[in-house]
């Protein structure tokens, strides 16, 4: 992690290993503490953690990892997860409750039921997917602070 | 009802986080789906689950829950319970199936709700 704090806001940066389902998490978790030291209110933490950490497993599982910039400023949070995985051929019916590619061992793992993007859409105030097939993806979502 | 209450309930081992076991409780989520409890769950504070691997930790600090039961015997792995001592988080450990584990809560008062 790299931490750079200079006016307008915090930025933190984060890489997310790729085909590590263990460790996958870890930088939302140290978002988590971060927002947490820093006396934000807990209903944006938690908005936050939630958003950041499905994106997290999704760029594990669909993407061969990635990077993640997270943006802190009085207004808001805002979140940039970056991968070079095969991109998204059908963002609407990505965006559907129940739609997954993922394969029966991601679901034996807890995730891959299609719930990830809608749970992402939902938890933040803004939320953005720019792909290209067999680029990558680039999803970025906000969580206002006041 | 306590940690220590649930524990008791369900004849359950603990495998982390034995010093929180006075812990106050109200209500609980079930479910095997971590996407699932991360998109419904509302402030319950223990997961009952039979997913049994370190995404369960991950999803309870994620969602501040402070203690998670896995059920039908499954039994945490080192790297959960190393993940679950540095986050304050109990494991229970108990033979009792999803259903029954439910009902033996529920049955005491623990609340779950309604999306
Ligand atoms: N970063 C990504 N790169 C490529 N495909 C993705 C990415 N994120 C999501 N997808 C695609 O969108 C689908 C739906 O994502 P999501 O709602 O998180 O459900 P799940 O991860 O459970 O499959 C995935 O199954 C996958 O096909
Ligand atoms: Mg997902």
């Given at each position: 992690?790299?931490v750079?704090?200079?006016?307008?806001?915090?930025?933190?940066k984060?890489?997310?290993?790729?085909?590590?389902?263990?460790?996958?998490?870890?930088?939302s978790?140290?978002?988590?503490?971060i927002l947490k030291?820093?006396?934000?209110?807990?209903?944006?933490?938690r908005?936050?953690?939630?958003?950041?950490?499905?994106?997290e497993?999704?760029?594990?599982?669909?993407?061969?990892?990635?990077?993640?910039?997270?943006?802190?400023?009085?207004?808001?949070?805002?979140?940039v997860?970056r991968?070079d995985?095969?991109?998204?051929?059908d963002?609407?019916k990505?965006m559907q409750?129940?739609?997954?590619?993922?394969?029966?061992?991601?679901?034996?793992?807890?995730?891959g039921?299609?719930m990830g993007?809608?749970?992402m859409?939902?938890?933040?105030d803004?939320?953005k997917?720019?792909?290209?097939?067999?680029?990558?993806?680039?999803?970025?979502?906000s969580?206002?602070?006041? | 009802m306590t940690?220590?209450?649930?524990?008791?309930?369900l004849k359950?081992?603990?495998?982390?986080?034995s010093?929180?076991?006075?812990?106050?409780i109200?209500?609980?989520?079930?479910s095997?789906?971590?996407?699932?409890?991360?998109?419904?769950?509302?402030?319950?504070?223990?997961l009952?689950?039979?997913l049994?691997?370190?995404?369960?930790?991950?999803?309870?600090?994620?969602l501040?829950?402070?203690?998670?039961?896995?059920?039908?015997?499954?039994?945490?792995?080192?790297?959960?319970i190393?993940?679950?001592?540095?986050?304050?988080v109990?494991?229970?450990?108990?033979r009792?199936?999803m259903?029954?584990?439910?009902?033996i809560?529920?049955?005491?008062?623990?609340?779950?709700?309604?999306?």
């Amino acid at each position: 992690m790299d931490v750079q704090s200079s006016t307008p806001g915090v930025v933190l940066k984060y890489v997310v290993s790729p085909n590590d389902f263990t460790r996958a998490g870890e930088a939302s978790s140290n978002v988590k503490n971060i927002l947490k030291q820093m006396g934000i209110s807990p209903d944006v933490i938690r908005k936050v953690s939630i958003a950041m950490y499905e994106g997290e497993i999704n760029m594990v599982i669909h993407a061969n990892g990635g990077d993640i910039t997270v943006t802190i400023t009085p207004e808001k949070i805002e979140m940039v997860l970056r991968d070079d995985g095969p991109g998204i051929p059908d963002v609407e019916k990505a965006m559907q409750a129940g739609y997954s590619t993922a394969p029966e061992q991601v679901r034996s793992l807890g995730f891959g039921a299609g719930m990830g993007l809608p749970n992402m859409k939902n938890y933040t105030d803004e939320m953005k997917i720019d792909t290209v097939l067999g680029v990558g993806t680039t999803v970025t979502m906000s969580v206002y602070i006041s | 009802m306590t940690v220590k209450d649930i524990q008791s309930a369900l004849k359950a081992t603990v495998s982390s986080g034995s010093e929180y076991l006075d812990t106050e409780i109200t209500s609980a989520f079930a479910s095997d789906m971590m996407s699932e409890v991360l998109a419904f769950s509302r402030g319950q504070s223990v997961l009952i689950t039979g997913l049994c691997n370190p995404q369960v930790i991950r999803t309870a600090e994620m969602l501040d829950i402070s203690c998670i039961v896995l059920i039908r015997g499954k039994e945490a792995n080192e790297e959960m319970i190393r993940m679950a001592e540095a986050r304050n988080v109990v494991i229970l450990q108990t033979r009792y199936i999803m259903f029954s584990a439910c009902g033996i809560l529920y049955n005491l008062g623990l609340d779950g709700g309604i999306i």
